[in-house]
């Protein structure tokens, strides 16, 4: 048997706690020496920390297509890793495979079907993209925009992106111009955060929620109003975006990570101030989930290869090295703590 090294679920954090990094354990454990058939064996090299997975920490997810982590059960989600042994007709030794219900291990031995092998081409060897721009993180972005966005070149549109700084919304407002935006606005939590958006990614402005007057500047900023909104956040913030939303205007209901430590249903309700200025405005505000999409995963993941290497995709990570930090890791992004993708180098090349 190999000693292996894993992260296991130690308590939950309670619908309405924050989670901190003590939710998590450490553990050795045990894998067996020998393969069944269709099994592949992978040493893990990256894994992904993101906001959608603070509701597996409950122990009722509130959707139907997310399991909840169980207590002193392995944790898994999106990871990227090589094969060092298969017993897989799809799968050999060195391919470089991902899964979206990767355990958090040093090594593991999974059942073939949940991998899908991967061209490292597609990122210039750069593997972790496979978990931000050329992953989900970007498929949420591109198709987001595109299916929710109604984004029309040459009309001038202005679109405003909350949680701007994580690693959708870095990617949504670079996608939203290369789809034909005119004016990219991006609010977030630092002054830091601020200028990446403005001086390095590419977006014309940049609003500090917690110490700018959000009103004021979207209205500075945004001087014909907002055409379209791509918001992660929720709460207040997007009630404030709201308001100034033009007539006929869309919301790309992305994420709502203001309300992920609330006992709140899934979207939020809005207050009835906001519900009535999308009812007097007509202004579309649809759940969007990237799953429901799978069949335009792949063109869409060509696409953003294709934006990626030409250098109009910039790309931001935070690179928290170490298997026993990724506690840490997943607690410093709830709280904001990343600027572009969070994610966790389990193991070098």
């Known amino acids: 048997m190999a000693l292996i090294q894993q992260v296991v679920l130690n308590s939950r954090p309670g619908k309405n706690g924050e989670p901190v990094a003590e939710n998590f354990r450490m553990e050795e454990g045990c894998l067996p020496e020998d393969l069944q058939e269709g099994q592949v064996k992978v040493r893990t090299r990256f894994l992904s920390v993101d906001p959608y997975m603070r509701c597996r920490l409950n122990e009722d997810t509130g959707t139907s297509y997310l399991l909840p982590w169980q207590v002193s059960s392995v944790v898994d989600g999106g990871g990227v890793g090589v094969v060092e042994e298969s017993k897989h007709q799809m799968f050999r030794k060195c391919d470089v495979v991902t899964s979206f219900s990767w355990p958090w291990q040093s090594q593991a031995i999974v059942d073939g079907k949940i991998l899908t092998k991967l061209d490292p081409e597609l990122v210039d060897g750069h593997l972790s993209h496979f978990l931000g721009v050329v992953g989900m993180p970007g498929l949420t972005s591109l198709l987001g925009v595109r299916e929710?966005?109604?984004?029309?070149?040459?009309?001038?549109?202005?679109?405003?992106?909350?949680?701007?700084?994580?690693?959708?919304?870095?990617?949504?407002?670079?996608?939203?111009?290369?789809?034909?935006?005119?004016r990219v606005v991006g609010i977030c939590g630092t002054d830091?955060?601020?200028?990446?958006?403005?001086?390095?990614?590419?977006?014309?402005?940049?609003?500090?929620?917690?110490?700018?007057?959000?009103?004021?500047?979207?209205?500075?900023?945004?001087?014909?109003?907002?055409?379209?909104?791509?918001?992660?956040?929720?709460?207040?913030?997007?009630?404030?975006?709201?308001?100034?939303?033009?007539?006929?205007?869309?919301?790309?209901?992305?994420?709502?990570?203001?309300?992920?430590?609330?006992?709140?249903?899934?979207?939020?309700?809005?207050?009835?101030?906001?519900e009535g200025i999308l009812k007097e405005r007509n202004i579309t505000r649809e759940r969007f989930i990237v799953l429901n999409y799978s069949d335009k995963y792949d063109t869409g993941l060509v696409q953003l290869s294709q934006w990626l290497k030409e250098g109009k995709l910039k790309v931001?990570?935070?690179?928290?090295?170490?298997?026993?930090?990724?506690?840490?890791?997943?607690?410093?992004?709830?709280?904001?703590?990343?600027?572009?993708?969070?994610?966790?180098?389990?193991?070098?090349?």
């Not at 956040?233 to 430590?261: A, D, F, P, R």
């Not at 607690?331 to 990343?338: L, V």
Request: aromatic residues 6%.
């Open 192 to 274: 830091e955060k601020c200028r990446v958006l403005v001086c390095e990614i590419g977006f014309d402005a940049a609003i500090n929620y917690k110490k700018d007057n959000i009103a004021e500047k979207l209205q500075e900023y945004c001087p014909d109003g907002v055409d379209s909104y791509f918001d992660n956040v929720g709460g207040e913030i997007s009630n404030t975006v709201i308001s100034q939303m033009n007539k006929n205007s869309h919301i790309i209901l992305c994420g709502q990570i203001s309300q992920y430590n609330k006992d709140v249903p899934y979207p939020p309700t809005l207050p009835p101030h906001t």
């Open 316 to 349: 931001r990570e935070t690179v928290v090295k170490g298997l026993e930090n990724i506690g840490a890791a997943f607690q410093s992004m709830m709280k904001g703590g990343n600027i572009g993708k969070q994610i966790v180098l389990v193991s070098e090349g």
């Open 148 to 182: 929710k966005g109604h984004v029309k070149p040459g009309t001038n549109q202005t679109m405003v992106v909350s949680g701007a700084a994580g690693a959708c919304g870095m990617l949504a407002g670079q996608i939203s111009r290369l789809e034909g935006c005119s």
